[in-house]
């Protein structure tokens, strides 16, 4: 899923995401149809609010100005909801969701852009095809487009966290199998469902992890039964936990001693074409980023 904002040539870009830490930056490159990591940077919200100029000097000092630039919506910006798919043409779609969907949107119409995720054909079998509807609150996405144009960039791409993982993962978990996927993070973190290299059921968890570790272990768990016993699918039998993990953290150790899966982690550097190894600092405060610049548009894969 994405909201287009323009229709350039795609060379590469720069992905930027907002959270309540600061701001990452993450910039690709176009090489033989491939995207690489040239370089990525995360900066405290605090040392922004001492020192603006920072971001702007970054991408000034990189000579990014005038690249293709995506944006990440922050949780607060838009809303992910699984409903029945009208049934209407694909140029019908968004109009029909909203009429799905409007009960459960804080905003109105006039402040709403809205578009969809398709779920994989066998992903309700017993049930009406199912979507995901994904209404972004115009304003906001306004302001974050207006706040890249400032900093001299093209704002080409409008992306929620959700589908930006996507970019990395779906080759992760390409076994017909069922794979979770469990991106942490303080302010929201995401569970995805995924088989053959699609997703099948997408979770928020709106709570900050470290504080709830056996709350994390029993959505997990609960996400996991609903993907076998209501989609029809073979259990899952490994579960990814992003960013990158030591194996005696509390959290791992949590999983590892309450899932019947398999847990595992990835280092960053061994998925990604990179110019120099990330640090795991970057690794963690930058890799929604990353995974956004590394998005390669269809129209590129020649």
Not at 248 to 276: D, F, Y
Request: charged share 20%; proline share 4%.
């Amino acid at each position: 899923m994405r909201l287009p904002i323009k229709n350039t040539k795609d060379t590469g870009r720069v992905c930027l995401r907002v959270s309540q830490e600061g701001t990452s930056i993450a910039v690709s490159k176009l090489s033989n149809a491939q995207l690489h990591l040239l370089n990525c940077q995360f900066f405290k919200h605090a040392e922004l609010q001492e020192a603006p100029h920072l971001l702007s000097d970054y991408i000034h000092s990189n000579q990014l100005a005038g690249a293709n630039c995506s944006l990440i919506l922050a949780p607060s910006d838009y809303q992910l909801l699984l409903t029945e798919a009208p049934n209407v043409g694909p140029s019908e779609m968004c109009e029909a969701l909203w009429w799905k969907v409007k009960d459960l949107v804080a905003f109105d119409y006039d402040n709403a852009l809205i578009d969809f995720l398709d779920l994989p054909e066998d992903s309700s079998p017993h049930q009406a095809r199912k979507i995901y509807a994904v209404v972004a609150n115009k304003e906001k996405v306004q302001e974050r487009v207006a706040w890249a144009e400032g900093l001299s960039l093209t704002p080409i791409t409008v992306e929620i966290p959700e589908t930006a993982l996507l970019h990395l993962v779906a080759d992760l978990c390409q076994d017909i199998v069922g794979t979770s996927v469990l991106y942490l993070d303080s302010e929201q973190s995401l569970l995805m469902l995924m088989s053959q290299g699609q997703m099948y059921l997408s979770r928020t968890l709106q709570y900050n992890y470290l504080d709830k570790l056996d709350a994390i272990a029993l959505d997990l768990q609960r996400s996991m039964d609903y993907y076998e016993s209501q989609l029809g699918k073979s259990p899952c039998l490994k579960v990814i936990v992003l960013p990158q993990q030591d194996l005696e953290s509390p959290i791992m150790r949590t999983l590892i001693e309450n899932m019947g899966a398999e847990i595992t982690t990835i280092n960053l550097n061994n998925i990604i074409s990179v110019e120099e190894e990330l640090s795991i600092e970057l690794r963690h405060h930058c890799f929604i980023a990353i995974a956004g610049a590394l998005r390669l548009d269809q129209k590129v894969k020649k």
